[in-house]
């Protein structure tokens, strides 16, 4: 059974950067699937923020695409986002999920619970 | 990028009735690249249906999803008291980026 499972900070600061990690079982993230994360702002809908292939290919949201990073931890069959200069509109449910790979990332498949971030100082 | 409107924004009705569910893309997606998630509080979105209108493992056979084009629909043919959630489509058929609706939340009559 595939499962996932986000971990970091629920608390930012403003200007600092927030890390997360995904850690998967059940699949590993070097079998041909991407990995991605999301996130829900309090009221609105999901956004995506970007993807991971199994062989490191990223993609990201263009609106995003400057302060994102999302890596591969093959030895930990996990996979981590970063974004950098976190402010208040960054305040969110993050989730992490499995994607089926195309052209361009697909739908999720398996999803993580998904971690509260909040920025405050 | 394309821009999904679901409607309507929220779907008051009562176990056993039928829910639909409208989702409509500002153009065409390609290969009908869309798929629908169950949102419930506390858990992560869980995948219903994928290309328009495959039913994902173990999705009970009362969803279905049709629609080409533009114009989508997710259909619940009897409501079962645990489908009472919020709904997302999303298309990946010009991805990246993937792009969600904003939600068609199923309320209790």
């Known amino acids: 059974q595939v499962q996932l499972q986000e971990s970091g900070p629920g608390l930012v600061k403003p200007s600092e950067t927030l890390s997360l990690t995904c850690a998967v079982s059940?699949?590993?993230?070097?079998?041909?699937?991407?990995w991605g994360w999301f996130r829900q702002s309090p009221g609105k809908g999901l956004e995506w923020i970007g993807s991971?292939?199994?062989?490191?290919?990223?993609y990201y949201h263009t609106s995003l695409q400057s302060r994102v990073n999302i890596s591969l931890d093959t030895s930990k069959n996990q996979f981590s986002l970063q974004l950098t200069s976190m402010t208040a509109a960054d305040t969110a449910m993050y989730y992490c999920?499995?994607?089926?790979?195309?052209?361009?990332?697909?739908?999720?498949?398996?999803w993580g619970q998904g971690t509260l971030v909040t920025v405050s100082s | 990028e394309i821009v999904l409107t679901q409607s309507p924004g929220t779907l008051s009705l009562s176990p056993g009735e039928r829910a639909t569910l409208s989702c409509r893309a500002s153009?065409?997606?390609?290969?009908?690249?869309l798929a629908w998630y169950q949102h419930k509080p506390g858990q992560g979105p869980r995948l219903l249906i994928y290309s328009a209108s495959a039913r994902a493992t173990g999705i009970p056979d009362r969803f279905s999803g049709s629609g080409s084009g533009t114009d989508f629909t997710l259909t619940i043919s009897r409501l079962e008291p645990e489908d009472f959630a919020v709904y997302y489509c999303q298309q990946y058929g010009s991805s990246p980026p993937i792009t969600f609706g904003q939600g068609t939340r199923l309320e209790i009559k």
């Open positions: 153009q065409s997606v390609s290969s009908n690249f």
């Open positions: 991971i292939y199994h062989n490191a290919r990223t």
């Open positions: 999920a499995r994607c089926r790979v195309g052209a361009g990332p697909r739908y999720s498949d398996y």
């Open positions: 059940g699949s590993s993230v070097t079998n041909i699937f991407c």
